[in-house]
């Protein structure tokens, strides 16, 4: 049994190895930002950032200006909120719609299911690029741009394909006798989407929700195109990139802002987690 174990872990090892590596890769990146953001200006320009191992308890070397300085004057704390009022919208009604036509098209009959569906889909291929123009000229005509609802409008519908597509193979993939039962016990469509589908599609709905919240959070382009540069509706990523050509040697300050911007970002990965693999792997298998 011992020998079994050890020849098992030894050829895992290689596995084991690369993926450490990886993971090396991309926190050390993240590793550097976050020093970086609690030092001094004058030790950013003359050391590089590995220097605050040596003696890394020495909390002289240390500082919270750079994130009083970045909230305070340059701006990011109105951008963090701007980019809250603009995410959590945009997260959820792409996700409620979603939900909605995914049960529609996996379970209910009407005529041209299947080709409106494929159409829907198919829009996931249509290149993000080739509607700002066309849409922006929209809402310039109805006021919507550089207001949040625009940019709620926008987010809605470019995540909508990707969202449906995910969704309905979570629904498509639930037993049918389940909704068989519940109609002959007299519930209605209503009663059986929200007391059976989404409790069972509540893995696919949380990561879709980190997908869609990653996503728009991250988000410059559309942002930049429909907002504009606004300072009263920017997002963080329209504000940190505009940092970058007023404060570009003022790199505690960039790093500062960027560690602030990916907070969230991370707060929701680690805490929907549990649901992120079963998520993705949702409708991929039947038992």
């Not at 320009?45 to 040596?54: D, L, N």
């Not at 589908?197 to 382009?221: E, G, H, K, M, R």
């Amino acid at each position: 049994m011992r020998k079994k174990r050890l020849t098992k872990t030894i050829s895992r090892m290689p596995l084991h190895t690369i993926v450490i590596l990886v993971a090396l890769i991309w926190i050390l990146p993240a590793m550097g930002v976050l020093v970086t953001s609690f030092r001094f200006p004058h030790d950013v320009a003359s050391t590089g950032w590995w220097v605050m191992f040596k003696n890394p308890f020495n909390s002289a070397q240390y500082t919270l200006e750079n994130y009083i300085a970045v909230i305070t004057q340059c701006g990011i704390g109105r951008a963090f909120l701007n980019s809250f009022i603009i995410t959590i919208p945009a997260t959820v009604l792409p996700i409620i719609i979603a939900a909605f036509a995914a049960f529609a098209f996996a379970w209910m009959r009407f005529p041209g299911r299947q080709s409106l569906f494929v159409i829907l889909v198919g829009l996931l291929v249509v290149p993000l690029q080739m509607t700002l123009i066309p849409i922006l000229r929209v809402f310039n005509r109805l006021g919507l741009s550089g207001t949040f609802p625009g940019i709620w409008l926008a987010h809605t519908g470019y995540g909508l394909p990707l969202a449906m597509y995910l969704l309905h193979n979570s629904v498509a993939g639930l037993p049918g006798d389940l909704f068989d039962s519940a109609e002959i016990d007299g519930a209605s469509s209503f009663y059986i989407f929200f007391r059976l589908v989404l409790p069972l599609c509540l893995p696919a709905i949380a990561s879709l929700a980190i997908f869609q919240f990653l996503w728009i959070w991250n988000d410059l382009l559309v942002a930049l195109v429909y907002l504009g540069g606004a300072p009263s509706v920017a997002p963080i990523t329209v504000q940190v990139s505009s940092l970058v050509g007023s404060y570009g040697q003022a790199w505690e300050l960039l790093t500062a802002a960027v560690f602030i911007s990916i907070i969230p970002p991370l707060i929701l990965f680690f805490s929907l987690q549990r649901y992120f693999v079963r998520g993705i792997l949702a409708g991929s298998i039947k038992e």
